[in-house]
């Protein structure tokens, strides 16, 4: 941000040729849409990841899930067996 607000000072008179300040332009295109990919690929890379997370949170839960049936249903079977015998 800092060098892009060093720039409009260049597009003034203090650089008298208009052929510079056509080729400062494009340098100063080339800085913005670098600062811009940046941020972009930071907020894509950021949504992938806290999806990928909730994605490992949903199979950590439905695991949790299966396995506290599974304990119960054991349980309900020891139950059985005690009353019978």
Sequence with gaps: ????????????DLIPSPEDKYFIGWFYDGTVGTM???NLFVIVRSAF???INKIREMKFKNKIKKATKAQNA????QE??????
Excluded: E, G, Q
């Design 49 to 51: 990841h806290d999806i």
């Design 36 to 38: 811009i990919s940046v």
């Design 1 to 12: 941000m800092l060098t892009c607000a060093y720039y409009p000072y260049l597009f003034t």
């Design 74 to 77: 054991n349980r309900k079977k």
């Design 80 to 85: 059985k067996m005690l009353k019978l015998l």
